[in-house]
């Protein structure tokens, strides 16, 4: 049972646009919701994240805006640049409890010069 | 500052084998979580560690066991190995009192052949 669905799987954009990776979640008990950006041979990296009491975060070149009602979530990237091609997953947690993380199955972005 | 070490970076083993993969957490904190990330997948939840107990488990097989020490760092032990559990082993610190300030190590790449 996949509880938080990534998509698209793959991405290819032109340096300087925008970059949009979308992530929807089922359990409605989540109320963590982070970004991690994987590169080649290493670890996630948190990127940005957001509760569900905001509609919108952003960090820099980053946003997340989130749709409560639709259980849905989603990363922009502006101003793409070659330095952020990596893997990106979105991730759902619940503070109630112990706290792990439930991880979507990645975008592999490319950024093209 | 050290962040999460793991060890080794690479690891060939047989089937039927059995393995112990290695996670010294960031300093200062005192729960550790592991992660399985299969090829062109998001990472899963194995298992997590405080206070040198596991509190909560996903989706694995009983062939899948861990230990922490006192010292916080953690070992991940699988035994008879499958094929299938060909992957990067990730571990994740973080402070039991904050719950979402999760570092990743960089991950161990098994191989089972």
């Known amino acids: 049972q996949q509880q938080v669905k990534q998509s698209p799987q793959s991405l290819i954009v032109q340096k300087g646009g925008i970059s949009i990776i979308n992530c929807a979640y089922e359990?409605?008990?989540?109320?963590?919701f982070p970004w991690y950006q994987q590169f080649p041979g290493k670890g996630p990296a948190l990127l940005i994240a957001?509760?569900?009491?905001?509609s919108e975060k952003k960090e820099g070149r980053f946003t997340i805006s989130f749709n409560k009602s639709a259980k849905q979530f989603s990363l922009h990237i502006m101003d793409s640049q070659p330095g952020d091609s990596a893997t990106y997953f979105c991730?759902?947690?619940?503070?109630?409890?112990?706290?792990?993380?439930?991880f979507g199955k990645g975008t592999m972005l490319l950024v093209s010069p | 500052d050290a962040g999460v070490t793991q060890s080794p970076t690479h690891l060939i083993k047989t089937r039927g084998q059995q393995v112990t993969l290695r996670c010294s957490p960031k300093?200062?904190?005192?729960?550790v979580s592991w992660y399985q990330q299969a090829l062109g997948q998001g990472p899963q939840f194995i298992f997590q560690?405080?206070?040198?107990?596991?509190?909560q488990r996903g989706n694995f097989p009983d062939r899948f066991s861990g230990h922490q020490f006192p010292n916080y760092s953690s070992e991940l032990n699988v035994n008879a190995l499958l094929l299938g559990d060909s992957a990067l082993y990730l571990c994740?610190?973080?402070?039991?009192?904050?719950?979402?300030?999760?570092?990743f190590g960089s991950g161990t790449r098994l191989t089972v052949v």
């Open positions: 994740a610190s973080s402070l039991e009192s904050i719950n979402y300030g999760y570092t």
């Open positions: 359990n409605t008990a989540f109320d963590y």
């Open positions: 957001i509760r569900p009491d905001v």
């Open positions: 991730a759902a947690s619940m503070s109630s409890g112990y706290s792990t993380l439930t």
């Open positions: 300093s200062g904190h005192d729960t």
């Open positions: 560690y405080y206070e040198e107990e596991e509190r």
